[in-house]
């Protein structure tokens, strides 16, 4: 983490938050509500790394990924690519940031047009951006593509349906380094691919990582995926992120209640290890967002909620008795009472 302060952010985000109204009536609608999708996120990423964001489903994840490729609008905050903030971004000037941040899809089989050929999918950002490549040049470019993420060139004029799961998720993969990206938001890339085929996917992320200098927003729900693709990981619910730091600090020393259950329930392989850890149940349903716990949003189900819980919002900050301890926990944690707590036992 430290080595990580001394660079310049990639790509800053600043209290970002994405409310949808609740509106009611016909003819004349009035807005009773909102649904806090997003309600102040913020995190670094930095050239070159992978930051993994992790959470239940409905806690936001992937509506911060598509705030960050600009298909949602935020509602308020900042998102800065190299210093400039791309929310205020509009005609060719958000063009060009769009074409240095590109994503892939979680469903192979919904984010490719079932009419168009591969070749035509994977070329389609030469037609927006014709500036990369000459039309002479497209088609070459386009199985150069297919080559470097595992599929055959001759293969341009198939159509989806023809292919597997997980080649219809390297087409999508390919689509999105067409533009030769610096960033790319994988919103759960492999969630809907089988188990066998998910290690095959994430394996050519992180080669074609290393063969392009790619920084990676990577969005999952599968905590082992998680571990083995990231640098640092937040680790998100309700809309918020509650702790963040590297992998090591997050799997091994975990603060927040929230990650503790969140890693208890990882499966381990070992028979023995399983037996001798502790699994932490929490109470009750995730809180609506349209209607979020006052205070720290997690309070309704952790075993540790106080008073002062329910009245103040704990900052995401690094709590003060770990700040100087010889301890493990020296990374941000959104709680009022943190405290380190090995959950997890390593797989022997």
């Known amino acids: 983490m430290a080595a990580a302060d001394a660079r310049e952010p990639l790509l800053e985000v600043r209290d970002l938050v994405k409310h949808y109204p609740l509106t009611r009536g016909v003819l004349f609608k009035k807005q009773i509500g909102a649904v806090k999708a997003v309600d102040g996120v913020s995190f670094d990423l930095y050239k070159g790394e992978t930051l993994g964001i992790v959470g239940e489903s409905g806690c936001g994840k992937s509506t911060v990924a598509r705030m960050l490729v600009n298909l949602e609008r935020p509602t308020s905050g900042q998102i800065r690519y190299q ?30 047009n079932p009419r168009m050929t591969v ?139 929230y990650t503790q259950a969140l890693l208890s329930a990882v499966p381990v392989p070992d028979p023995e290890a399983r037996e001798h850890r502790e699994r932490i149940l929490l109470a009750g349903d995730v809180p609506s967002p349209a209607n979020p716990p006052s205070g720290c949003r997690f309070r309704t189900r952790c075993w540790k909620a106080r008073e002062r819980c329910a009245l103040e919002l704990p900052p995401l900050d690094v709590p003060p008795w770990f700040r100087g301890a010889d301890t493990g926990a020296r990374h941000p944690s959104a709680c009022h009472f943190a405290e380190e707590k090995h959950v997890v036992p390593e797989a022997r």
């Open 83 to 112: 210093g400039e903030d791309v929310t205020r971004l509009s005609g060719r000037a958000l063009k060009a940031v769009r074409r240095d941040i590109q994503m892939v899809f979680q469903d192979p089989y919904t984010s490719l």
């Open 119 to 257: 070749g035509d999918i994977v070329g389609e950002p030469y037609e927006i951006h014709p500036e990369v490549a000459p039309k002479g040049d497209r088609r070459r470019k386009v199985q150069e593509l297919l080559e470097v993420v595992g599929l055959s060139p001759e293969h341009v004029n198939r159509y989806p349906h023809q292919f597997s799961g997980g080649q219809r998720q390297r087409i999508g993969i390919a689509r999105g380094l067409a533009l030769r990206p610096r960033i790319i938001v994988a919103d759960e890339p492999v969630s809907a691919l089988d188990v066998s085929v998910q290690a095959q996917v994430v394996n050519l992320l992180e080669s074609l990582q290393a063969e392009f200098g790619l920084s990676y927003v990577f969005i999952a729900h599968d905590l082992s995926i998680v571990r083995h693709i990231s640098d640092r990981v937040g680790v998100m619910y309700l809309g918020r992120i509650v702790e963040t730091g590297t992998d090591a600090e997050i799997y091994d020393h975990p603060t927040h209640p």
